[in-house]
């Protein structure tokens, strides 16, 4: 059974920042797919940033720039920083590890930028 287990939201006033962590447990393979998406109310949810097992990584145009995604994968860890925030990255932010033909979601964290 694969879990992911998110921390690191909170509230940060605009052009702060934020680093989100994802710790997965379970047996996880290195050929996998692991990201960030986030839900604002009202919204559908949306792709964040994703990285490949081997480190390839792809981000959203609203977040070029200003968010870096990286992982361990030795303790099964992924990163989520985000510099520069704007009220418009409000959202529960999730963690999203694809394997084979799972696909598995954490519970979510809230991250809140006040304007």
């Known amino acids: 059974q694969v879990q992911l287990v998110e921390s690191g939201g909170g509230l940060v006033q605009t052009g702060g920042s934020l680093r989100l962590s994802c710790a997965a447990s379970?047996?996880?393979?290195?050929?996998?797919?692991m990201g960030w998406y986030r839900q604002a109310p009202g919204k559908q949810r949306e792709l964040v940033a994703t990285?490949?097992?081997?480190?390839?990584?792809r981000y959203a145009d609203s977040v070029k720039g200003r968010f870096t995604i990286s992982r361990d994968n030795a303790k099964n860890i992924m990163y989520l920083q985000m510099n520069t925030l704007k009220p418009e990255d409000s959202a529960v932010y999730y963690c999203?590890?694809?394997?084979?033909?799972?696909?598995?979601w954490g519970q979510g964290t809230q991250v809140t930028v006040s304007s």
């Open positions: 999203n590890l694809q394997m084979f033909s799972r696909n598995v």
């Open positions: 990285i490949t097992g081997g480190g390839d990584i």
């Open positions: 379970g047996s996880i393979y290195r050929i996998n797919v």
